[in-house]
């Protein structure tokens, strides 16, 4: 895990293919910014290994400097919703099929890799919360990270729950040999809105053909958000 967003990126498309993402979100004033004018809204920042900061470095969260750096953006109360996505690798259940390739050591430093992460995500999330402002924490349904100690204490906080979707719902979707199918992929979102919450939480009940995330760097491609699944996270927000 060592990247992270901190801004939804225009035409309501975030894309999380690192090992972390936050990614804020500002009210505008009345004639503001051109990004989502109807919302009320503008883009903030985006932290991960494929953005900068003002000198030139990568966001790399293994690097302490560089969590610090993100630590103080988020204090600054300059982000109204901050969405994050820490590395799924350390948490799915894919890698116990892994684990003998693969060997214990590697999946001892991918583990710490993954709790060290998952709990600085976890603690920008609670300055959010203390501060009055959203979070969105998204991983996939059954991923371990959900029991971890970390996770259940930040699920014990005041206003904190999760909700289920299937991105299905929100047509995420890749395309394999000329055809296009969608990808269930059910996915675990915790926060502290519940209109977020229940915005994410289409499920779909079968009318749809699935395909596997097995193979063809599928499960990478699918880690980018489709534009209405985004949509959905901001039409929640501006409910409040």
């Known amino acids: 895990m060592n990247s992270t967003r901190l801004g939804v990126q225009s035409a309501f498309t975030a894309e999380v293919n690192k090992l972390l993402r936050l990614t804020s979100v500002r009210r505008t004033r009345p004639r503001g910014s051109r990004a989502w004018p109807r919302m009320g809204l503008i883009p903030g920042v985006a932290m991960d290994l494929t953005t900068y900061d003002q000198f030139g470095n990568p966001w790399d969260f293994n690097v302490p400097a560089m969590r610090a750096k993100a630590k103080k953006i988020v204090k600054a109360k300059s982000a109204l919703f901050l969405i994050v996505s820490p590395m799924c690798a350390a948490f799915s259940r894919l890698q116990t099929f892994n684990a003998k390739r693969l060997g214990v050591e590697k999946m001892r430093e991918m583990l710490e890799y993954g709790v060290k992460h998952l709990t600085f995500a976890l603690d920008l999330c609670e300055t959010q919360r203390r501060y009055g402002l959203y979070f969105l924490f998204e991983h996939p349904a059954g991923a371990s990270c959900w029991n971890t100690t970390p996770m259940q204490i930040m699920l014990r906080r005041g206003g904190v729950r999760t909700y289920e979707g299937d991105l299905c719902c929100y047509d995420l979707k ?12 059910p ?20 009318q749809r053909r699935h395909m596997e995330l097995t193979g ?10 489709p534009d209405k699944l985004c949509r959905a996270m901001l039409e929640g927000l501006i409910q409040h």
């Open 174 to 185: 890749q395309t394999v040999e000329g055809e296009e199918c969608h990808i269930k992929k």
């Open 187 to 206: 996915t675990r979102f915790m926060t502290n809105s519940s209109f977020i919450g229940q915005a994410l939480s289409e499920r779909c009940m079968g």
């Open 216 to 225: 063809g760097g599928r499960t990478k491609r699918s880690e980018v958000y």
